[in-house]
């Protein structure tokens, strides 16, 4: 058995070296996936064509010395096999047809919608490296229930906080179903072979108090309960972006293996709160490796210094589009000389 990192720090065990992976590793920053981008139809057909998927899950993994993939997909998929119409439009982002509360009864999860995503995962892992891991993911279920309610991110989600406020009944009914749906597909995606999954809660710092309580923590509880209980050996990584003090209830009450940290927490003090209960992940400025140079090897090395070898390198956010590859490729060198 050879030993993969990434999985080493998530099951407790002493890695080889630093794990090290970043958020949308797979994008438009790589010339290679401009070109296949700028051959397929559209962004959707991409994320469900398994042999687009696969090559572009597989891209940043040729260029860089990463630990882990990370399935190409999206995380308003699931919408998507709820029965919700999706488009991807040039340069304006998603936008969906937006759910009424009084239609929450209609939506039903047809897994069959998201086989290709399975081949992908299926076709991935035969290609993959042996210490190299396979991260599956989906979006949590206050996020997925942000894009559903408002359409678009375009007005900061005003309207699902309005749900929060004036009909949590239907917002708790909706959140139910996205976290049912979001069970059955992270459960097919690691039957697929996915070795990892991350919960991606973009939009947690939207919410506060008993409303972050009740539409961020419990769902997350539940989707991780319900896949410890099929799948007890599957590490899970929560990624509460933008939850500031709510990330200290999130690590103690959700269950998740280790937590994703966004640019905004202090290094310190999540060190001494948050590191001591489980791994920690991130949480580098994706405008530091914009940048590149020597404030990006110096906030690395802050990191590195900090957080010692346990922790997972990672930015706070995704890669931005216009980063040089470069600077990519100078963050996994800074990262690998610090460790020899
Ligand atoms: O080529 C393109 O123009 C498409 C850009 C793109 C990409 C590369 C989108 C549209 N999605 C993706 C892939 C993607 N999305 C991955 C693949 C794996 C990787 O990280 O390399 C993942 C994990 C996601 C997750 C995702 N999609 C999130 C959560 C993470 C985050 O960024 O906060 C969210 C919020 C989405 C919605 C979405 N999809 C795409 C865009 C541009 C957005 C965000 C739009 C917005 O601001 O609301």
Known sequence: MFSKPLLDVLTGRKPDRRPLWLMRQAGRYLPEYREIRSKSKNFLNMCLTPDLATEVTLQPLRRFDLDAAILFADILLVPLAMGVALDFREGEGPVLERIESKKIDRLSYDSQK??????????????????????????????????????????NFIEAKRWSLDQPESLDLLIDRI??????????????????????????????????????????????MRLKKRFPHIPIIGFPREAGDGYSPYIRETGVDALGLDPFVDLQKAKIELQPIKPLQGNLDPALLLRGGEEMKGALENIMTLMGPNHILNLGHGVLPQTPVEHVSELVRIVREFES
């Open 179 to 224: 976290t049912q749906a979001s069970e059955t597909y992270l459960a097919a995606q690691i039957d697929a072979g996915v070795e990892v999954v991350q919960i991606f809660d973009s939009w947690a710092g939207l919410l506060q108090g008993d409303a972050f309580m009740r539409f961020v923590i419990e769902p997350t509880r539940q989707l991780v």
């Open 114 to 155: 998201l086989a290709p995503v399975f081949e992908t995962i299926r076709r991935v892992k035969q290609d993959l490296p042996e210490k190299k891991t396979l991260i599956g993911f989906c979006g949590a279920p206050w996020t997925v229930a942000c894009y559903m309610i408002d359409g678009t991110s375009k007005k």
